[in-house]
Structures are given as C-alpha cells and as structure tokens.
T-cell receptor, first 114, second 112 residues
Framework: DGGITQSPKYLFRKEGQNVTLSCEQN?????MYWYRQDPGQGLRLIYY???????QKGDIAEGYSVSREKKESFPLTVTSAQKNPTAFYLC?????????????FGSGTRLTVV | QKEVEQDPGPLSVPEGAIVSLNCTYS??????FMWYRQYSRKGPELLMY????GNKEDGRFTAQVDKSSKYISLFIRDSQPSDSATYLC????????????FGKGTRLSVIA
C-alpha cells in the first residue's frame, strides 16, 4: 500500500542535542512538507520541497534543517538552536507540484525534550 | 488578521445531532478548499475537497463554500461517537504549487 511513513513515533531529546525525524513516501509525489502542531496553534509550516535537491523555508524554519536528496525521503533535523522543540511533527506529500487536491499525511512523530 | 480563522471549540454534541463546523478566510484568491479529520495522536486525513463556491455531499458529510462571504462550512448529519476528532479546514490558491493554509482546527466530541 502507498503511503507516508514517519519514524520514530516517539522521540526524546536531551537539551543541546540534534535529532533527526524520518519521513519516507512511496506515492511518487514530488512535493513534501514538514509541519509542527502545538495545542491551540494548529499546523505551522516548517519547510517544504517541491523537487529533489531544492527546498524552501516555511513560517517557522529557525532551528530546523532539511535535505531532499531522494524523491522518496525528506528528513527533518531539529537542532539545538530550536529552543522549544517539544511538539507533534507531521510530514505530508502532494501530487506533483499541485496542492489543489490536498496532502497525504504521515502518522506523526511526537518529540519531547527531557 | 490571520489568513484562516477557525473556532477551536471544544464542541460537544449528543449522538445524532447535526454538526456545523466553519472557517472564515481573508484571501479572496483561495480557490480550493479542504476539510481534514484528525484523531488524537494521528495524522490528519482528507475528508472533503471542494473547488470554488457551492456544495459537495459525501454520505453524512456536506462541504459548503461561499466565496462571496469568504466562509466555508462542514456539516455532519446523524453524528456518531466515532466522529469525535479535530476537524481542520485548509485552502490554497489556484497557482497549484503553494502550500496549504490551515485553520487551527475545531475539536468535536459526540456524546453517546
């Protein structure tokens, strides 16, 4: 079955550590997205990529980095510069470069700072 | 002013009630409108998709778009406890390659 796989489901980070969240899709979608979800804040766009080896900052990119070396993969690194990383992180993809038909989302990664 | 406004609720209704969920938006260029359902600790799933103004029905769900008022709605008929979730509206321009803009989501509880 086609879909988006995010791993791990739960992740704990110590202060000052960088951590990487995985996102893999087998839908043959060109575009991929990372969102952060906090209670009462809705979905906030971190980064997105419309094509391999290219990506753009979203509304809250500070403290995060991404890469897009393969069409199927769009990992997100939460760096130590992100001062409040505890949140639910969602990866999504869309057909081609056309978002008119919506996204397919992964099941999310819950990141907690310990 | 936020681009998309959505009342976060929570909204609590008895089983069998008709539920109305709404979003308003400020950008008149939005052309495509979606509703997502998100269960707790899960990713959102696409529920309804509409283009421009008008109504679209799918089973117990009806999506309505009024572009003149910049207002979209999702109606759920004969609501069930399994409908308890957060509902997010989303929309995008007609350019085809811009990220979706989401509302903050409305948390719905349907009580048996």
């Amino acid at each position: 079955d086609g879909g988006i796989t995010q791993s791990p489901k739960y992740l704990f980070r110590k202060e000052g550590q960088n951590v990487t969240l995985s996102c893999e899709q087998n839908l043959n979608h060109d575009a991929m997205y990372w969102y952060r979800q906090d209670p009462g804040q809705g979905l906030r766009l971190i980064y997105y990529s419309q094509i391999v080896n290219d990506f753009q900052k979203g509304d809250i990119a500070e403290g995060y980095s991404v890469s897009r070396e393969k069409k199927e993969s769009f990992p997100l690194t939460v760096t130590s510069a992100q001062k409040n990383p505890t949140a639910f992180y969602l990866c999504a993809s869309s057909t081609g470069t056309n978002t008119n038909y919506g996204y397919t989302f992964g099941s999310g990664t819950r990141l907690t700072v310990v | 002013q936020k681009e998309v406004e959505q009342d976060p609720g929570p909204l609590s209704v008895p089983e069998g009630a008709i539920v109305s969920l709404n979003c308003t938006y400020s950008n008149s260029a939005f052309q495509y409108f979606m509703w997502y359902r998100q269960y707790s600790r899960k990713g959102p799933e696409l529920l309804m998709y509409t283009y421009s103004s008008g109504n679209k029905e799918d089973g117990r769900f009806t999506a309505q778009v009024d572009k003149s008022s910049k207002y979209i709605s999702l109606f759920i008929r004969d609501s069930q406890p399994s409908d308890s979730a957060t509902y997010l509206c989303a929309m995008t321009l007609n350019s085809g390659n811009t990220p979706l803009v989401f509302g903050k989501g409305t948390r719905l509880s349907v009580i048996a």
